[in-house]
């Protein structure tokens, strides 16, 4: 069990640990986005409404800049 927390403490397991939850949010930004295009279109005003209201996605483009 030594070695295993030599290996998850050292730099590169902190790398990797970084890298797996970058890896882990992006997928799943890219899961919610495919499955939200996916949805009928009453459905997909509502669920991005809920998205932008979360702050979990942007909302439209301000066309004033």
Do not use: C, Q
Not at 11 to 37: E, R
């Amino acid at each position: 069990m030594n070695s295993l927390w030599d290996i998850i403490v050292s730099p590169m397991g902190i790398v990797l640990y970084a890298g797996f939850w970058a890896f882990k949010l992006t997928a799943g930004v890219w899961l919610v986005t495919k499955a939200v295009t996916r949805l009928p279109v009453r459905h997909r005003i509502w669920a991005e409404a809920a998205l932008i209201r979360l702050r979990l996605m942007k909302g439209p483009a301000d066309p004033l800049g």
